[in-house]
């Protein structure tokens, strides 16, 4: 009877490769610093293209001051849009 191997190992230098390789992908994907964003309204589709100026549309279209609720409320949020 024949026995099979069992295949050998790869070596380092290949795992290594293997690794780099796989690092590689999915970075076309990333976000540049920089691209434009756009914030969505709370209340409506509109976007802006920064806060304050979805802040100043929700004060004047909706009258919902966000800063003015979050101070009065006491409201904290370290990653919050201030």
């Given at each position: 009877?024949?026995?099979?191997?069992?295949p050998?190992?790869?070596?380092?230098?290949?795992?290594?490769?293997?690794?780099?390789?796989?690092?590689?992908?999915?970075?076309?994907?990333?976000?540049?610093?920089?691209?434009?964003?756009?914030?969505?309204?709370?209340?409506?589709?509109?976007t802006?293209?920064?806060?304050?100026?979805?802040?100043?549309?929700?004060?004047i279209?909706?009258?919902?001051?966000?800063?003015?609720?979050?101070?009065?409320?006491?409201?904290?949020?370290?990653?919050?849009?201030?």
């Open positions: 009877m024949s026995r099979s191997r069992a050998d190992s790869p070596t380092d230098t290949e795992q290594d490769s293997n690794l780099d390789d796989s690092d590689e992908e999915g970075w076309e994907d990333v976000e540049v610093d920089g691209e434009d964003i756009s914030v969505v309204c709370l209340f409506c589709p509109e802006f293209p920064s806060s304050e100026g979805v802040f100043e549309h929700c004060a279209v909706h009258g919902f001051e966000y800063k003015a609720v979050r101070k009065e409320l006491g409201l904290f949020f370290p990653s919050a849009v201030l």
